[in-house]
């Protein structure tokens, strides 16, 4: 009872001067403790974030396929480059390949030959027709008819399955800096069964990689799980490369191809048969 006597009248004496009476007001001052506390744990937030970035890049390097990372900086960095020299974005709505040199004669310019090789050809290709360089060649009938024979042979009348040809003739586009040659036949590889990722490991400079012996062997071959492909992939990068094959990769490629000089021969003139393409489509600009 007296505990309660004591304190009755100081806690019935109300309190009445407010804050702005007070002569020396009363200023609020920020917590220290939540404004330290808040870029604390942003900082650790980032911190730990940074470490889990980095353990997974470690873990995706040993146990998947290198070329990803790589082939998505290279992409990037090619694309930012072109850009940067003025090119339009990949994003760009106006974006076109450059018109076309020459496409071939025209209807009214054709001649009687020209036409029937004009028809040859149609009747072999009824998916694609004259697209290529087909018409071009087309301007020059003793060159033209040849050489629809020639590609109908190396493209269909060799010992290479399919998938091992468009190997070849992709590996031929990215060397001779032909994206026409290259754009159309990734559809063909794929139709062939070789995966997206195996297209995109090859180098070339559109995805920001000089062609050469080094980044096939470490782009493409680990990718590669047949060894007869690997010896054709293998094969075509040094003729490609340096115009010629030594005796040890003759060598080894024959032994491969169970002893038959022949498939060294049909892996040559497909080599051959589409940097002749290759040509066509770089100088008359022929796009896809």
């Known amino acids: ?66 070329y990803n990372a790589k082939q998505a900086f290279r992409s990037t960095t090619a694309t930012l480059v072109n850009m940067g020299n003025g090119a339009s974005s990949p994003t760009s709505t106006g974006a076109s390949p450059p018109p076309a040199r020459y496409s071939g004669p025209s209807e009214d310019e054709m001649t009687e030959e020209q ?3 004009q028809q040859a050809i149609l009747a072999s290709r009824p998916g694609t027709g004259l697209s290529g360089p087909f018409g071009p060649w087309l301007a020059v009938p003793a060159i033209a008819k040849p050489a629809q024979t020639l590609g109908k042979a190396c493209r269909y009348g060799t010992s290479l399955s399919f998938r091992e040809s468009e190997l070849v003739i992709l590996l031929t586009g990215a060397k001779f800096k032909s994206n026409t040659e290259f754009t159309i036949h990734t559809g063909e590889a794929l139709k062939a069964g070789i995966p997206q990722e195996v297209i995109d490991s090859i180098p070339r400079e559109e995805s920001g990689t000089s062609f050469s012996m080094e980044a096939v062997e470490q782009d493409l071959c680990p990718l590669l799980s047949d060894d007869r492909e690997k010896a054709i992939v293998l094969f075509t990068t040094e003729l490609l490369e340096t115009s010629n094959i030594s005796n040890d990769t003759y060598s080894k490629t024959k032994e491969i191809m169970e002893g038959k000089d022949s498939v060294l021969v049909e892996i040559t003139s497909i080599v051959g048969y589409y940097t002749f393409v290759s040509y066509t489509l770089n100088v008359f600009r022929i796009s896809p």
């Not at 009445?16 to 009363?26: A, K, L, N």
């Not at 917590?31 to 937030?45: H, R, T």
């Open 1 to 66: 009872r007296f505990h309660h006597m004591a304190i009755r009248p100081f806690a019935a004496a109300p309190f009445h001067r407010t804050v702005s009476q007070s002569p020396h007001p009363i200023t609020r001052q920020p917590s220290l403790k939540s404004e330290k506390q808040y870029p604390a744990s942003l900082s650790l937030f980032l911190l730990c974030l940074s470490l889990l970035l980095v353990l997974f890049c470690n873990f995706n390097q040993r146990y998947f396929h290198r």
């Open 115 to 117: 036409r029937e090789i």
